[in-house]
């Protein structure tokens, strides 16, 4: 394990002591998981639009100001991407609220939505539903208040605005990293048989030169 995973797994397990305590282990994942998807998608937008955008020495969000040139920038990005956010909705302006102890759950409510909404009719319609169904905003789990959940929630996002997904980096795999490691840590910790759809990245390497030794041995 590199020392960058060591790094990306205590943030991780510190996200996750955030919400121990408030449900079952097993459920940690299914928010965890759903905001690190948030995040990874809403950066890697950002990431090309600010691309895109730079030769016109232009903001997505002063882009967005222009309806017509909002509307061809959504057909660009939902062709290439196979989904559209709207600035306001973008990972790092949510944080922004919670850093401010601003209410966000409504945003974030919305957020999830738009995201799935906005690739319907869209080849990647498919990847995107249901993405986010296990990410109960209103469960009771969260607190009692609407504000305790608020509380909670803001805490989680802004923990989790500290992992870099470094997607400049093609090497690198963080999403991928974060995902094995609570599917991994918390499907067993939770008592189930993580087995049955999760295969530890040691076991996988194995069987693969198991596969070769006996492909060049034929």
């Not at 790092?92 to 945003?107: C, G, H, M, Q, S």
């Not at 509380?151 to 989680?156: D, F, L, P, V």
Request: hydrophobic share 40%; glycine share 6%; net charge negative.
């Amino acid at each position: 394990m590199s020392e960058d995973q060591q790094k990306l797994f205590q943030k991780l397990w510190d996200i996750a002591n955030i919400l121990r305590g408030k449900m079952d282990a097993g459920e940690f994942k299914n928010y965890m998981l759903g905001f690190i998807f948030y995040k990874f998608l809403s950066e890697k937008l950002e990431a090309f639009i600010n691309s895109e955008l730079e030769s016109d020495n232009i903001t997505f969000d002063k882009a967005c100001e222009d309806e017509e040139f909002k509307h061809e920038l959504m057909e660009e990005i939902l062709k290439q991407l196979g989904f559209f956010l709207e600035p306001q909705y973008l990972f790092r302006n949510l944080v922004a609220k919670a850093e401010k102890k601003e209410f966000i759950l409504a945003d974030l409510d919305k957020t999830l939505k738009n995201i799935e909404q906005s690739t319907l009719g869209q080849e990647s319609e498919e990847d995107f539903i249901g993405l986010f169904d296990d990410v109960d905003l209103q469960s009771g789990k969260l607190g009692r208040s609407e504000n305790d959940k608020n509380r909670t929630i803001s805490e989680i996002l802004k923990k989790l605005n500290q992992i870099d997904f470094n997607l400049h980096d093609s090497n690198v795999d963080v999403l991928g990293d974060a995902y094995e490691f609570l599917i991994g840590a918390f499907a067993s910790d939770a008592g189930k048989k993580a087995g049955e759809f999760y295969t530890p990245q040691q076991v996988s390497k194995i069987l693969a030169k198991l596969v070769t030794i006996y492909y060049w041995k034929r």
